[in-house]
């Protein structure tokens, strides 16, 4: 009977335990333990397998994990969040997890110290001058060839000189800029144009193109429509008025919960001026496209202060970027298939 046991007891230790635990410790960048963070594990389909939170010291602890790839990912409220990817082959996992407040930049900074070489080859490489049309030169009247005794009129022509000087002085006085008011000027609005025409005499026309034909153009200008013969012109360029532009850079990073949805991701204003209250907005829809549940939050920008007296940090100044943690709160009875990402924003002076 003895001898039986002992048999069951050594093929248990040899085939029985297939599931092992994952221990570790959760620490910031300080390297002090830090408790009550969350905790989950996801694997590679991105589906939670198990959460738990920090203990005493950072300490935690997983029982009976499946061999396989796995993500451990942390968020404290105030420490920050941070993720580590892990195996789980045929012994126990020990980890050490670190949880920072602020995203890490050191590939940025080597992507922007990579192009230095390549701007350098930019620069040295040589730059193409358009040709200029040559002026012809301006017939002067030669010293032998004067009109007049000048010898004999001199004085006369002095005293016609100090006279002209005299008017010009008077006229100069009498034209004065009037006071306009600001708020007068800011209710004259200037048409913004996209087209710059340049014509053979070199005159240079700005409007919109209203029509075009083989042989001419219609353009709507400030002073009104003209008709333009296309043989009189010699250049079209097309120009956009400097706007904001604000994007997402690469995809958003998800936590999955049976009641809600975590979105946390970054944004980047690559326009040429300024983007005001910058606010990312999100929707999940079900399999029937019924909306699940949607939300939005403002990034966290500069602070600007605007002439209404309003006070809001939430601008992005031109290729400056700001982080996002959106949280989409789930509708009883909805399963939700997929999502959607937008984001707007306003300009305001």
Same mark, same amino acid.
């Given at each position: ?32 333990? =830090? ?51 892990? #195996? ?6 020990? %980890?050490?997890?670190?949880? +920072? ?52 009129? %001199?004085?006369? %022509?002095?005293?016609?000189? *100090?006279? !002209? ?33 340049? !014509? ?5 026309? +700005? ?25 009189? =012109? ?43 209250? =910058? ?11 019924? #909306? ?12 600007? =202060?605007? #002439?209404? #007296?309003?006070?809001? *940090? ?11 943690? !959106? ?23």
């Amino acid at each position: 009977m003895n001898k039986a046991l002992s048999w069951i007891f050594l093929f248990g230790l040899l085939i029985g335990k297939d599931k092992y635990g994952v221990t570790g410790i959760v620490q910031n960048a300080d390297g002090e333990g =830090v408790k009550k963070v969350e905790l989950s594990i996801f694997d590679t389909e991105g589906e939670e397998v198990k959460s738990t939170k920090s203990k005493g010291g950072g300490k935690f602890k997983f029982k009976k994990i499946e061999p396989g790839k796995y993500t451990l990912y942390g968020e404290h409220k105030k420490e920050g969040a941070g993720e580590i990817n892990f #195996n789980v082959v045929d012994e126990d996992v020990e %980890l050490e997890l670190i949880i +920072t407040s602020e995203p890490e930049s050191d590939g940025e900074e080597e992507m922007a110290d990579a192009p230095h070489e390549e701007e350098k080859e930019e620069i040295s490489a040589p730059v193409l001058i358009p040709q200029q049309r040559k002026k012809p030169p301006k017939a002067l009247l030669k010293f032998e060839e004067t009109f007049f005794e000048y010898k004999s009129n %001199l004085k006369a %022509l002095k005293s016609e000189i *100090d006279s !002209l000087k005299r008017v010009v002085k008077g006229y100069q006085k009498s034209q004065t800029m009037p006071n306009v008011n600001r708020e007068l000027l800011d209710l004259i609005q200037v048409p913004a144009y996209h087209h710059r025409i340049e !014509l053979q005499n070199g005159t240079v026309v +700005t409007g919109d193109i209203l029509e075009e034909s083989d042989s001419t153009l219609v353009l709507k200008t400030q002073i009104g429509t003209l008709v333009l013969k296309k043989e009189m =012109v010699v250049r079209v360029d097309e120009f956009d008025k400097p706007a904001p532009k604000v994007i997402f850079l690469g995809d958003p990073f998800i936590n999955y919960y049976p009641d809600r949805q975590i979105f946390s991701g970054r944004v980047k204003n690559t326009g040429e001026i300024r983007a005001d209250f =910058v606010r990312v907005i999100g929707n999940l829809f079900d399999q029937t496209t019924a #909306n699940s549940g949607s939300d939005s939050i403002f990034v966290k920008g500069t602070r600007i =202060v605007y #002439n209404t #007296n309003v006070v809001a *940090d939430t601008a992005l100044e031109p290729a400056q970027t700001a982080n996002y943690v !959106l949280t989409i709160p789930i509708r009883k009875g909805r399963k939700v298939q997929y999502h959607t990402m937008d984001i707007h924003w306003e300009r305001t002076q």
